[in-house]
Structure formats: C-alpha cells, structure tokens
C-alpha cells in the first residue's frame, strides 16, 4: 500500500488523511511535547533530524502495508494536530490494535472522539475486522475516557510493560468487538 492507497476519511470537523512532508514541522510540534509523549512508548522527539526519521518510517510502514497511519487534520485548514494508527494487523483473526496522539492544543474539543469514531467505522466497515485493541498507561485518564465512550472494556492490567526513558509503565488492555461497537 502506498500513501496514495490509503484512504482520506472524513468526519465533521477533521479528517483522516495521508502524512505527507509538508506535515513535518507538524509532526514535530506534536511529537516532541513532553506532555503530548508522557504516555507514549517512546520519549518525547529530540530534534527535527528524529521528526524526518519518524515521517520516514511512517510513509515505509505504510508502504509496506504493515500499518495504517493517518494525519488528523482539520477540515476548516488542512493543518496536521495529530495522528492516529491501526497496527499488528492480523488479518487471520480479523484484529488490530489502534494508537492515537494528538497535540496539546487541540485537546479538549473533541477531534479525537470524531477521529476515532470515524477510524472505527473504517476498520469494521471497511476492514472488516473483528475486534480493536487499545493499550494506555493507566495514568492516561482522558484517554481512558475516550476508548470507554467509545465502547471499549478493560480487558487486562499489564505490571511494568514498558520502559520509556528509564521510567518503567504499567499498561491497561482494553478491547472492542465489532457487535459491540455503537455508530454513531
């Protein structure tokens, strides 16, 4: 799959879009937020030469096929504020898992909410697949929120699954079924 395979999806006030180079400095405000990073697997970007591998590795995975990564971009102005990731497709049994990021600006106005409906109802509708996963640290209580008004359960609590910069993070699992998923 190549960018141009990936498909825009669009929701009210944002949509879900291939990254392309013009999205660097973008991607680089968003990623190197140590707020925007604190629950993420990774620390915080360092520089714009880590922003120019990050982009690189997106465009390859999605080449590759081996995960859909899409731009959140506003409609209003065509403006990168975020990311979200269908990933460890396994199309054998019909699961993902999904991640998301979104910068700091931008919270509390609900474009992830918009974001992630409409990523659901492309990897149900149009994946068709079975089940979502989602891993967040515990801590992440927005993120919490979002992934249970969305009708994800916790599943699990994983003691000392990451490592990020020296600091060791526990995760919770959570999963959607696609009979259990509600349109919105």
Same mark, same amino acid.
């Given at each position: %799959?190549?960018? @141009? ?26 990623f ?14 360092? @520089?714009?030469?880590? $922003?120019? $591998?990050?982009?690189?590795?997106i465009?390859?995975t ?14 209003? @102005? ?11 497709? @396994?199309?054998s ?7 998301? $990021? ?9 474009? %992830?909410?918009?974001?992630?409906? $409409? %990523?659901?109802?492309?990897?149900f509708?149009? %994946? ?57």
């Open positions: %799959m190549n960018q @141009d395979q990936l498909p825009t999806i669009k929701a009210k006030r944002v949509q879900l879009r291939p990254i392309t180079d013009e999205d660097l400095d973008a991607l680089y405000l968003i190197s937020d140590p707020q925007v990073m604190r629950y993420w697997s990774t620390p915080p970007l360092a @520089d714009m030469d880590a $922003a120019r $591998a990050l982009l690189n590795d465009q390859d999605v080449r590759q096929g081996t995960f859909l990564k899409w731009g959140i971009a506003r409609l209003s @102005d065509n403006l990168l504020i975020g990311t979200t990731t269908i990933y460890n497709l @396994d199309l049994n019909d699961r993902a898992e999904i991640g998301y $990021a979104l910068g700091r600006a931008h919270w509390g106005r609900g474009y %992830m909410q918009e974001t992630l409906n $409409a %990523m659901l109802g492309h990897a509708e149009e %994946m068709n697949l079975r089940r979502l996963e989602a891993d967040v640290d515990p801590r992440n209580t927005a993120s919490i929120r979002s992934l249970e008004r969305l009708g994800f359960r916790q599943e699990g609590y994983l003691r000392e699954r990451w490592n990020v910069d020296g600091e060791i993070q526990d995760a919770l699992f959570f999963g959607l079924l696609k009979r259990e998923w509600v349109k919105p």
